[in-house]
């Protein structure tokens, strides 16, 4: 079974920084979208930002300007960085890695989830 591992949360004031990474356990192939959402207890969890093997991008319209999304396709790895961070960006990110397609029966993977809180 793959694990996604996620890195990068943490505390910080409104205004700074922070970088997630989520890479798997092992490597996968035929990835197709990778892509970190986030959710409040009590509230339902949202895409902030997903990437397609493409390099296509999206995000929720909140974060842009702020966030970047890339990935490296060698490692299997998506990183999210996020400037100019807000109070209303605390959240627990989770890492989402879905693919598969042709020959590959299709997948989705989901991290454990990491905390971020931003303070006024």
């Known amino acids: 079974q793959v694990q996604l591992v996620e890195s990068g949360g943490g505390w910080v004031q409104a205004g700074g920084s922070l970088r997630l990474s989520c890479a798997p356990s092992r490597t996968i192939v035929a990835i197709n979208t990778m892509g970190w959402y986030r959710q409040v207890p009590g509230t339902q969890r949202e895409v902030v930002a997903d990437i397609t093997s493409g390099g296509s991008t999206h995000y929720v319209d909140s974060v842009k300007g702020r966030f970047t999304i890339s990935r490296d396709n060698a490692k299997n790895t998506v990183y999210l960085q996020m400037n100019s961070l807000k109070p209303e960006d605390t959240a627990v990110y989770y890492c989402?890695?879905?693919?598969?397609?042709?020959?590959?029966?299709?997948?989705?993977?989901w991290g454990q989830g990491t905390q971020v809180t931003v303070s006024s």
């Open positions: 989402n890695i879905r693919g598969g397609g042709g020959i590959f029966a299709n997948y989705e993977y």
